[in-house]
């Protein structure tokens, strides 16, 4: 339910959709990040001895935190989105799950790295990227009015080649990038430049193969080099 209400939630915010629905927003369980567990796994295997061990954080959030602190961060009000549909309710559920992690801390100093928050945030994050060039504050504003593709990967050229070849636009406002603020950047520069360079030649690419009249490409100028002239021209 974490990535239903983080992907449909990103999804209102863009425009590509208008309702949520859900079974019984009073459960509540313990959502932990896949890194720790990972984590977890790995410890124990560096362990002369089998043993069983509890991997969770201790700590529960109800469906209705959830989709509160997701729509929160998304700056949209939920009540006018979410809804309950009964079909979604089980028949039989344990209304709220915990797990007692102390032993595998005590036992072999694991440590929770991530919070509840910082599993959502990522999952926003994903989505909004997922959604290519949508997200953006220029992209935003064109979604309701410009035909858009909201699930391809421009990375993959195979992808990209075969949304062109199907849709055969005869023109593309181009605003997909990788982004991620200026502490992603310093700390992912490789991954940045590389996904960038990626989106942009295959788009440009297809756009030539496909014989598209006009392109614009949106490139953000949020960079700031030393030996330049302000304010920046062309």
């Known amino acids: 339910v974490t990535n239903k209400v983080?992907?449909?939630?990103?999804?209102?915010?863009?425009g590509l959709s208008d309702e949520l629905k859900l079974g019984n927003m009073d459960a509540s369980r313990d959502w932990g990040h896949a890194k720790d567990y990972v984590e977890a796994m790995w410890l124990m295997l560096q362990q002369d001895n089998p043993d069983d061990f509890v991997c969770s954080t201790g700590i529960s959030h109800s469906v209705q935190e959830l989709v509160e602190y997701v729509f929160g961060q998304l700056d949209l009000d939920?009540?006018?989105?979410?809804?309950?549909d009964k079909k979604y309710l089980?028949?039989?559920?344990?209304?709220?799950?915990?797990?007692?992690?102390?032993?595998?801390k005590k036992s072999l100093g694991w440590k929770l790295k991530y919070s509840f928050e910082d599993m959502m945030d990522e999952m926003i994050e994903y989505w909004l990227e997922h959604y290519t060039g949508g997200s953006g504050l220029v992209g935003t504003q064109?979604?309701?009015?410009?035909?858009?593709?909201?699930?391809?990967?421009?990375?993959?050229?195979?992808?990209?080649d075969e949304l062109f070849?199907?849709?055969?636009?005869?023109?593309?406002?181009?605003?997909?990038?990788?982004?991620?603020?200026?502490?992603g950047n310093m700390s992912m520069k490789g991954e940045f430049f590389y996904d960038?360079?990626?989106?942009?030649t295959n788009v440009?690419?297809?756009?030539?193969?496909?014989n598209v009249k006009k392109l614009v490409c949106f490139l953000s100028t949020c960079v700031f080099?030393?030996?330049?002239?302000?304010?920046?021209?062309?």
């Open 6 to 14: 983080a992907k449909e939630a990103v999804k209102i915010k863009l």
């Open 78 to 84: 939920w009540s006018q989105y979410v809804s309950v």
């Open 90 to 104: 089980r028949p039989e559920e344990l209304k709220h799950l915990k797990g007692d992690c102390s032993k595998i």
């Open 142 to 160: 064109l979604m309701g009015d410009v035909k858009t593709d909201s699930t391809v990967d421009l990375r993959d050229s195979l992808l990209c």
């Open 165 to 183: 070849k199907k849709e055969r636009p005869n023109s593309v406002i181009h605003c997909a990038a990788k982004v991620g603020g200026l502490g």
């Open 196 to 200: 960038n360079i990626m989106i942009n």
């Open 204 to 210: 440009i690419e297809s756009c030539r193969k496909y």
């Open 225 to 234: 080099p030393v030996n330049v002239k302000y304010p920046l021209t062309e």
